[in-house]
């Protein structure tokens, strides 16, 4: 059995597989969601220019890009080492999450450069916790085995959460406001450590085995397996596909539709039955 392979492990219930993947909700938080509102917020009220707002982004992304191989290995140490040593980084990385988070919507006074040097400490700090925090959440599920039918469904129910995350974290700061979504967010990293803790435990009671049976002893191993290769492949094409945000096309196409209806003759719709009606006895 190669690295790469899960290692059988037991069945787990439906509420085991909604706990673990809780967690996702808070964490696509910070997420697509600090791209939809982070340029309006800081453009709009703040007035710094989205061109350099831009190069932040790009900028934090990059960084994250380079470290998450290490971070991957570092999640990997923790594994071997114990449990608890995981347990308490996720704690630390949550409570990263949150600061950079709430730094971001609650900058201090600041004025000139000052605010990019903000923009990118904070959003650096909120994507490298993220980062770190959801390959400590995957990697736990992923040492569970079961087979490819346990791992669809861990899966499943961590992308069904991190769906209703993204939803959340678009919507509520236009109704609830900033502090809300805010509290929100701290709370579900809370509620979400304390559910996965739990399923955890009662794996390790089970005797659930939490390590892999090789550890890679390379960051070029993966490599190695077509499997990686295509798998690999397919998310660089989807990275490339959402390059241009959707908001920005469904902005623009909302726009079309809008000038279209204020241009349109108010005679057209009342014609519009009419031509249907009779596009019908043809």
Known sequence: MNALTPTPGPAASRQ????VGLLGLPLA???????????????????VPL?????????????????????????????????????????LLALAVALGFTALFFPPALSGAAWLLWVGAALTLSHLAYSGL???????AARQGGGGIAQSRWVA????????????ASALP?????????????????????????????AASSNASVATAQEASSLWQPWKYAGFRRLLMVFMLNGLASAVPATLVLFFVQDLWSRWVRETP?????????????????
């Not at 990059?62 to 996720?90: E, F, I, K, M």
């Not at 236009?174 to 979504?181: D, I, K, M, V």
Request: proline share 4%; aromatic share 16%; hydrophobic share 60%.
């Open 29 to 47: 938080f910070v997420a697509l969601p600090v791209y939809v509102h982070l340029p309006n917020v800081y453009a709009q009220q703040y007035g």
């Open 134 to 140: 959801g390959i400590l959440h995957q990697a736990w």
């Open 51 to 91: 061109a350099a707002l831009g190069g932040v982004l790009l900028l934090s992304r990059s960084v994250d890009a380079v470290v998450d191989p290490w971070l991957g290995r570092w999640g990997d140490a923790l594994y071997r080492h114990s449990w608890r040593a995981v347990w308490l980084a996720a704690v």
């Open 157 to 168: 129910w961590r992308e069904g959460f991190a769906l209703v995350g993204v939803l959340l």
């Open 174 to 202: 236009a109704l609830w406001g900033w502090a809300l979504t805010t509290a929100l967010l701290v709370l579900m990293l809370a509620l979400g450590l304390f559910t996965w803790q739990r399923v955890a435990k009662s």
């Open 266 to 282: 108010p005679d057209f719709w009342v014609c519009v039955p009419c031509r249907a009606w009779r596009w019908g006895q043809i």
């Open 16 to 19: 085991a597989f909604a706990a």
